[in-house]
T-cell receptor, first 112, second 114 residues
Framework: DAKTTQPPSMDCAEGRAANLPCNHS???????VYWYRQIHSQGPQYIIH???NNETNEMASLIITEDRKSSTLILPHATLRDTAVYYC?????????????FGKGTKLTVNP | NAGVTQTPKFRILKIGQSMTLQCAQDMNHNYMYWYRQDPGMGLKLIYY???????DKGEVPNGYNVSRSTTEDFPLRLELAAPSQTSVYFC?????????????FGDGTRLSIL
């Protein structure tokens, strides 16, 4: 079972920031938070991951709360091509970490 | 950059037929994975491999077999196709298994069993 909780759907206006929340209240100290997205019928695409600190790359920013029980993926300037299902996944560093457990994710729709 | 390559992209099988889904990666990754995704659902792990000659079951291995004779290739075999195996199959790879290495996915094989 997925160890994360995400809203099933969200909408965002093109050009605005998209903030996708994720709850992972049972996360343990050595587990990373990963974000992937899946654009219609394509393979999942890696976006970003983090352990404790906030992270930023060319695609997005990841904000992790101090207690690590929740996080937010931020797409700073959403475009129509960002419409996809976004998956938040927690993943350990050893023993049982050989798989990504995908839940149902959040369907993000970016509107013109 | 090729990354993870899956073939074929589409296939229709009759019940009871067999086939092999091919997966190859050119990133020298030692970990490889097979997932299936049913309509409207997340991915479920079928099998994975931590290196050549080593494979292990995921959460839904029944009806499938795998082999890993080389670092680059990780084929998935369906011996007796059943309608329940109609799905989209994704192969993935990662450099090494730790919490700090993302998995990279292929574009999938869409399989229908009729």
């Amino acid at each position: 079972d997925a160890k994360t909780t995400q809203p099933p759907s969200m909408d965002c206006a093109e050009g605005r920031a998209a903030n996708l929340p994720c709850n992972h209240s049972t996360i343990s100290g050595n587990e990373y938070v990963y974000w992937y997205r899946q654009i219609h019928s394509q393979g999942p695409q890696y976006i970003i991951h983090g352990l404790k600190n906030n992270e930023t790359n060319e695609m997005a920013s990841l904000i992790i709360t101090e207690d690590r029980k929740s996080s937010t993926l931020i797409l700073p300037h959403a475009t129509l091509r960002d419409t996809a299902v976004y998956y938040c996944i927690v993943r350990g560093t050893q023993g049982g970490s050989e798989k990504l457990v995908f839940g149902k994710g959040t369907k993000l729709t970016v509107n013109p | 950059n090729a990354g993870v390559t899956q073939t074929p992209k589409f296939r229709i099988l009759k019940i009871g037929q067999s086939m092999t889904l091919q997966c190859a990666q050119d990133m020298n990754h030692n970990y490889m994975y097979w997932y299936r995704q049913d309509p409207g659902m997340g991915l479920k792990l079928i099998y994975y491999s931590v290196g050549a000659g080593i494979t292990d079951k995921g959460e839904v291995p029944n009806g499938y077999n795998v082999s890993r004779s080389t670092t680059e290739d990780f084929p998935l075999r369906l011996e007796l196709a059943a309608p329940s195996q109609t799905s989209v199959y994704f192969c993935a790879s990662s450099y090494k298994e730790s919490g700090n290495q993302p998995q990279h996915f292929g574009d999938g094989t869409r399989l229908s069993i009729l």
